[in-house]
């Protein structure tokens, strides 16, 4: 690290070699998003260059230091406004109810298939904006209702209730379209 406060590049470079695999994993697992984490990663060793300086081998080790601006790095990127825009955003309800593949099915069930599948659309459009948007995000991202309420800033109960009563609103439409 006095290496690189001296700004000796080569110093850096073997940082990088050989912490950038084990701060990628971290980053993976706060972020879980490959593309995300590489940004970050570079965001890291760019802080690394930029505030050597901060380092205090008294309070910790270099090792120690990496972690935790890692770490806090990460999680701060996932409570960051844009990144919970992201979640929001990376539904779209139109790719998932678009035409179902023709795959290895005939003309009639790919017909009957588009319809459900307007049905299902037609029924989420018609329940309240919340509800629908905690059960899009759980179902087109897999994200659990905790994801959920982390990503949407909202309270753990707020998503489950609102998911439940979103449900059984859905179940209903579901119910008479199908009759």
């Not at 935790?68 to 990376?90: C, F, M, P, V």
């Not at 179902?100 to 005939?106: G, M, S």
């Not at 753990?156 to 008479?176: A, E, H, Y």
Request: aromatic share 8%.
């Amino acid at each position: 690290m006095r290496r690189i406060q001296m700004r000796e590049v080569d110093a850096l470079d073997k940082i990088y070699d050989r912490y950038a695999s084990f701060l990628f994993s971290l980053i993976m697992a706060i972020v879980h998003k490959q593309p995300e984490a590489e940004d970050l990663l570079q965001e890291v060793f760019i802080q690394v260059w930029e505030c050597a300086d901060s380092y205090d081998p008294e309070r910790g080790s270099a090792y120690a230091w990496l972690v935790t601006l890692t770490r806090n790095k990460a999680i701060d990127r996932t409570r960051s406004k844009g990144y919970k825009n992201q979640i929001r955003e990376a539904i779209n309800i139109e790719d998932a109810f678009g035409d179902p593949p023709a795959d290895d099915r005939n003309p009639l069930e790919n017909s009957v298939l588009a319809d459900r599948a307007a049905l299902v659309k037609k029924a989420l459009e018609q329940i309240p904006v919340e509800q629908r948007r905690v059960i899009e995000i759980a179902y087109f991202t897999g994200l659990s209702q905790s994801e959920i309420a982390n990503s949407l800033d909202l309270p753990l109960g707020t998503v489950k209730s609102r998911m439940r009563q979103g449900m059984i609103k859905l179940k209903d439409l579901l119910v008479t379209y199908f009759s």
